[in-house]
Nanobody
Framework: VQLQASGGGLVQAGDSLRLSCAAS????????VGWFRQAPGKEREFVAA????????YYADSVKGRFTISRDSAKNTIYLQMNSLKPEDTAVYYC??????????????????WGRGTQVTVSS
């Protein structure tokens, strides 16, 4: 599976953005698909994930209640709806896929397919 992330941009604090991650050459079935982000000088961190077949979702505490991950099976695409954005959400956002066990769902190393990142910048 190849991943293509899109939807980033420059917004003001409090605004919303929706990121998309489309799969090509295969489908997401049997995969866990996640969003990670990396700010300058920081390690890549988990944001959210969805187990494609079951639909279970997982979130980092820092985004719970503001971000929503969802999937569209017909389009083979996952989305990250980001509301109430804060300057600390500024980062490059990556989507990733893998056959991940739940105990490692927040680990970047558990995912073996990565898309190119999309920049999200939130101004104060």
């Amino acid at each position: 599976v190849q991943l293509q992330a899109s939807g980033g941009g420059l917004v003001q604090a409090g605004d919303s953005l929706r990121l998309s991650c489309a799969a090509s050459r295969s489908t997401f079935s049997s995969y866990t698909v996640g969003w990670f982000r990396q700010a300058p000088g920081k390690e890549r961190e988990f944001v959210a994930a969805v187990r494609w077949s079951a639909g279970n979702t997982y979130y980092a505490d820092s985004v719970k209640g503001r971000f929503t991950i969802s999937r569209d099976s017909a389009k083979n695409t996952i989305y990250l709806q980001m509301n109430s954005l804060k300057p600390e959400d500024t980062a490059v956002y990556y989507c990733a896929a893998g056959q991940v066990i739940v105990t490692t769902i927040r680990w970047p190393s558990a995912y073996h397919k990565w898309g190119r990142g999309t920049q999200v910048t939130v101004s104060s």
